[in-house]
């Protein structure tokens, strides 16, 4: 069983950077596809980043593209969420995802986080 912990959520005015970490623990970290998923109130859970257990390939959502940044540390079991250039829209809790294999959507991830909440003011 893997734990999924974020931190790193809170409010912030547009225009600004915030930084998400997930630590992971009960498992081999290396051998997991890590992202980063959001919801904002009334709307599914969505896609907004991952990255690959080996390479460390990165994937993004097209509305973060340019803005958010997602990296790995195995040696500290972390995985980070660079966010900058916040916009009001990108309000929603996120989550922290780990996948034993290739899938890189909601469906496909095995372990889930409680998640953190980022609100972004206009």
């Not at 929603?92 to 372990?111: E, I, K, P, Q, R």
Request: aromatic share 10%; proline share 2%; glycine share 12%.
């Amino acid at each position: 069983q893997v734990l999924l912990v974020e931190s790193g959520g809170g409010l912030v005015q547009a225009g600004n950077s915030l930084r998400l970490s997930c630590a992971a623990s009960g498992g081999t970290f290396n051998r997991y596809t890590m992202g980063w998923f959001r919801q904002a109130p009334g709307k599914e859970r969505e896609f907004v980043a991952a990255i690959r257990r080996s390479l460390g390939s990165t994937y993004y959502a097209d509305s973060v593209e340019g803005r958010f940044t997602i990296s790995r540390d195995n040696t500290k079991n972390t995985v980070y969420l660079q966010m900058n250039s916040l916009k009001p829209e990108d309000t929603a809790v996120y989550y922290c995802a780990a996948n034993t294999g290739m899938g890189l959507s909601t469906s496909h991830m095995d372990y889930w986080g409680k998640g953190t909440l980022v609100t972004v003011s206009s």
